[in-house]
């Protein structure tokens, strides 16, 4: 068996130092898109949106803030998905981009999209953060019987 791959490859040359020429290039150009970085993130851009209007409810923020954000970031270019939360007082707006989107483009489109697509009710001006999948090594939560209390939820934690 050995014999026959060395008389193929001593009998054929031009082959042989030709598959080993398409080998390199496709190494050099496999090296070249390869993303070096001291801690790369594997995770497409995420943007976190979020608006407060304090005193108002759940139900009330969904309606007047998420909604809206929602609806003017969904044509934002390269958007993947978006995923919303609406909390007493707090609308938050988890948007994600498509992998291959450069985070500054990302933020720049969806600022645009914020600025013509939505006008929020008493002058609340939705912020812009940044978020990362790599930073979130474990997220949980802690739910007792009603009658439990936040104080003890916060000493079982601890």
Do not use: C, K
Not at 108 to 128: C, R
């Amino acid at each position: 068996m050995l014999r026959a791959i060395l008389w193929f490859a001593l009998a054929r040359r031009p082959i042989i130092l030709l598959g080993l020429l398409v080998f390199v290039v496709a190494g050099v150009a496999a090296y070249y898109q390869l993303n070096i970085e001291a801690y790369p993130n594997p995770a497409p851009v995420i943007l976190e949106i979020t608006a407060q209007a304090p005193g108002l409810s759940a139900e009330e923020m969904e309606r007047y803030y998420t909604r809206p954000l929602e609806v003017g970031l969904a044509t934002t270019p390269g958007v993947e998905n978006i995923r919303s939360t609406s909390f007493y007082g707090l609308s938050f707006v988890r948007v994600t981009f498509r992998y291959g989107i450069d985070y500054y483009f990302a933020y720049t489109q969806a600022a645009l999209s914020l600025q013509q697509n939505v006008s929020l009710p008493n002058n609340v001006s939705p912020q812009i953060q940044a978020s990362s999948l790599v930073g979130e090594v474990y997220r949980y939560q802690l739910v007792g019987p009603p009658h439990f209390g936040l104080t003890n939820l916060r000493s079982l934690q601890d």
